[in-house]
């Protein structure tokens, strides 16, 4: 396996240590081959948002094995789960099921250009939208965690159809539009692949403003904020809604699945009700469809008040342990998300995000797993506590957190 992993952001290089092999995991802790333990704030990088192996989703997606573990035919499983989707995000009139978030992503994309006829899509830098090939310019996540500015292997023709802009620079964005009206404005509403770099006040509304007056699309890329941050998303915390959303690893509970949603009149061009085709062998699979529906039957209001309250304590917590050694530290938070980065003011877009002190967190972080504590392996990534984090694992982290902010001085 090129670098000895099966996707980039499990290697741990860039903090200096080989990766490690999980043997199993249960609530909100992993245990390696070698039998130590952590708790763990990967949680496959957002999917576990119940934590791992929820009794009620190994329940369903065991039940549903037993029928049979893929048709290629529809089910009442997909339409309870487009269902619940729709409920719970309400620009997300019609939905369809992928195994991935790229593929989510990537057909969202073709879809805004069929439907505009441009071809010309704005991103921003430091995000990530998948490994889809017009996308990973300047691009968040294994690119930004790993140093690969673009991807070789991408054409020339696909690179130029993206316009990359800085995160909250307004300007940036006019200029774009202006230059070349885009058939999208794709972003994620809250960047979480450069680190946690929520919006400036008013930054996701001007977007939606500017999208319309230029007539291209606003998609928002929820793979990591969907049914994370709140019941709707990003989108219902923030009060705009997109016209098309890309939905990702909590609606698969920790199986592979991944949506694109949106306005009606936009999905019906998708095949095969329309034209524009996109198809999956394994989409709307039915034990990852058994596991989606039985995490978002755990996600009512207490539940993300719950969430809210730890990632807070957490956050805080971190913050004050960091003050306390003499670390210079940043802790963003949302429900269910943080990082930690190591700079001395707020980070606000990818060009801070790289400013901050990376060898300082590889430190931190290579200390907090010899302490027991898994945080994600690279500062570009976002820490996810989970439903099944208590206080004991909020202690057993702050008290790993004092020596390890101490060797990252
Ligand atoms: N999209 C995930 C975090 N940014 C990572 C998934 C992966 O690359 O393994």
Sequence with gaps: MPGGVNSPVRAMGSIG?????VERGLGAELTDVDGRSYVDYVCSWGPLIAGHAHPEVVAAVTAAAARGTSYGAPTEGEVALAEQVRARMPSAEMLRMTSSGTEAAMSAVRLARAATGRDAVVKFAGAYHGHVDGLLADAGSGLATHGIPASPG?????????????????????????????????????????????????????????????????????????????RGGAQEREGVLPDLTILGKVIGGGLPAAAYAGRRDLMELVAPAGQVYQAGTLSGNPLAVAAGLATLALLDSKAYERLARTTRALAEGLAAVAREVGASVQVPWLPGLLTVFFSQGPVTDYAAARACDTAAYGAFCRAMLEHGVYPPPSQFEAWFPSLAHGEEHLERTLTAARPAFGASL
């Design 17 to 21: 240590r080989d990766p490690i092999f």
């Design 154 to 230: 991408v054409t020339s023709a696909q690179a130029a159809d993206t316009t990359v802009v800085a995160w909250n620079d307004r300007d940036g964005v006019d200029r774009a539009l202006s230059e070349r009206p885009p058939a999208a404005i794709l972003c994620e509403p809250y960047p979480a692949n450069m680190g946690l770099v929520p919006p400036a006040e008013g930054f996701l509304a001007f977007l939606r403003e500017r999208s319309q007056a230029s007539g291209s699309l606003l998609v928002f890329d929820e793979v990591i904020s969907g049914f994370r941050v709140a």
